[in-house]
């Protein structure tokens, strides 16, 4: 597609539920990141694809938080037993090539009630 | 030490003035940078990279000190339009051959009639 997609836009969970994020980037872009941003914060790393694999988990918070990609293309990322500190926007961006910079998704605001 | 530190703000500023926004970052190995503006509630959208020789685009300029480690952006006859929160951004070239965006934490800027 023209941008980087991500899906849904909104998702409200209730605490203890596992939520699932989808980020479909620009069609040739390999790498591919996930960002989350809590309220009036900076943008925290959660995790880098280069094609399938992923160099760098380094951000993940526990071991409750997961992603994959498939196909060098879509990726999700997977939140198990959501806490209210989980609340956040879940940003995936895309890149041809990092030094350039990359593109950012709109993003999926969760919220865990 | 944050690897990439801005100075927060807020910066209000008259319309029709000029600003500048003053980062640094600790990290060598960093091989690109850019300044991305993020408005409320939105993604962050690169605004410009940054080069050594210094860049311009219309009313912005963006400079970077590699010998310092520091990164400018200039602003000049500020519209109300500019009103929202700059990020600076680090690329560092990780040992592992990957890339990874290093976001500062975004100084905010108003411009006021």
């Known amino acids: 597609g023209a941008g980087v997609s991500q899906s849904p836009s909104n998702k409200v969970t209730e605490k203890g539920k596992d939520v699932e994020l989808r980020c479909d980037p620009i069609s040739g872009h390999t790498a591919l990141y996930w960002y989350r941003q809590s309220l009036g914060q900076g943008l925290e790393f959660l995790i880098y694809?280069?094609?399938?694999?992923?160099?760098?988990k380094s951000g993940l918070p526990s071991d409750r938080f997961s992603a994959e990609r498939t196909g060098g293309s879509v990726s999700t990322l997977t939140i198990q037993r959501t806490q209210q500190e989980d609340s956040a926007v879940y940003l995936c961006?895309?890149?041809?090539?990092?030094?350039?910079?990359?593109?950012f998704g709109s993003g999926t605001r969760l919220t865990v009630v | 030490r944050k690897e990439v530190e801005q100075d927060p703000g807020p910066f209000n500023v008259p319309e029709g003035a000029t600003v500048a926004f003053n980062c640094t970052y600790s990290?060598?190995?960093?091989?690109?940078f850019f300044w991305y503006r993020q408005d409320c509630r939105k993604e962050p959208k690169l605004l410009m990279s940054?080069?050594?020789s210094g860049n311009e685009d219309g009313r912005f300029t963006a400079q970077l000190n590699r010998a310092s480690q520091y990164i400018s952006l200039l602003i000049r006859d500020s519209k109300l339009s500019d009103s929202a929160t700059y990020l600076c951004?680090?690329?560092?070239?990780?040992?592992?051959?990957?890339?990874?965006?290093?976001f500062g934490a975004g100084t905010r800027l108003a411009v006021h009639p």
């Open positions: 940054v080069y050594s």
């Open positions: 990290n060598s190995a960093s091989q690109s």
């Open positions: 961006a895309s890149s041809f090539d990092s030094y350039y910079g990359y593109t």
């Open positions: 694809f280069q094609g399938n694999s992923a160099p760098d």
């Open positions: 951004v680090v690329n560092i070239l990780f040992s592992g051959g990957y890339n990874k965006l290093i």
